[in-house]
């Protein structure tokens, strides 16, 4: 199981960061100080920087997420041997923060009494702007390809201060790209909360989507898979 707890610890700091991110913008001001778009991306930039000082510190090369694993894999940029520790360790490390949020933000559920007052899956999952299934899943193939094509290029990035630069990419990828859908790029960052909200008790929760589910399954594994490639080709 190499890797395996330095994805989970990694991903459960990322998650507890970033889907809390979530918690503090979706919860009506009444609840909790309202926050705003670029907030939330300097957040989940942060909730990176870090969760991978954290996963390199425990032994793993910082993914964080299966179109990373996945995608460097396939193109021998990765053993495939170490790809399920990995993968556990994401969807895992994903879920138990997602509860750590759920405890974090318990009077905050129970205060807020529908999806009007932000109570919804939005805080641990994506969704889209405007819904087109087409285009939606074509935001989450561009997005993260931009954000994994940069990443190949940076060697080791659990190292000195590249753990910051991965920050700061997931910041700009936020900005200008994360507004159609949330910028899941991280299959685990949004399926395993998903499902935390689905079967546990959180106070007045409203459907979890999984009908959109696909888009931020398929599409930053398509896009992770995508920009390998292309490293692999130029290489």
Aim: charged share 5%; net charge positive; with cysteine.
């Amino acid at each position: 199981m190499q890797g395996f707890l330095g994805e989970f610890l990694g991903t459960l700091v990322l998650i507890v960061f970033g889907v809390g991110s979530g918690a503090a913008v979706n919860l009506k001001q009444t609840y909790t100080k309202g926050q705003n778009w670029t907030f939330i991306a300097l957040a989940w930039g942060l909730a990176v920087t870090f969760g991978v000082y954290v996963a390199g510190q425990f032994g793993s090369q910082g993914h964080l997420n299966p179109a990373v694993t996945i995608g460097f894999a396939l193109f021998g940029f990765f053993p495939w041997a170490q790809v399920l520790p990995y993968l556990v360790g994401q969807f895992l490390g994903a879920f138990v923060g997602a509860v750590v949020i759920m405890i974090q933000y318990y009077p905050h559920f129970k205060a807020a009494k529908s999806p009007a007052d932000g109570n919804s899956v939005g805080i641990f999952a994506t969704g889209p702007a405007i819904p087109n299934p087409l285009f939606n899943f074509l935001s989450e193939v561009i997005a993260t390809f931009f954000f994994i094509f940069p990443l190949l290029n940076l060697g080791n990035f659990t190292q000195g201060l590249k753990p910051l630069i991965v920050g700061l990419l997931i910041v700009v990828v936020g900005l200008t790209l994360g507004g159609t859908t949330g910028f899941a790029i991280n299959p685990a960052r949004d399926w395993a909360p998903r499902l935390a909200y689905t079967i546990l008790p959180v106070p007045n929760k409203s459907d979890a989507n999984w009908a959109y589910a696909w888009v931020p399954m398929c599409g930053p594994l398509v896009g992770g898979i995508l920009a390998a490639g292309l490293q692999a080709w130029l290489h």
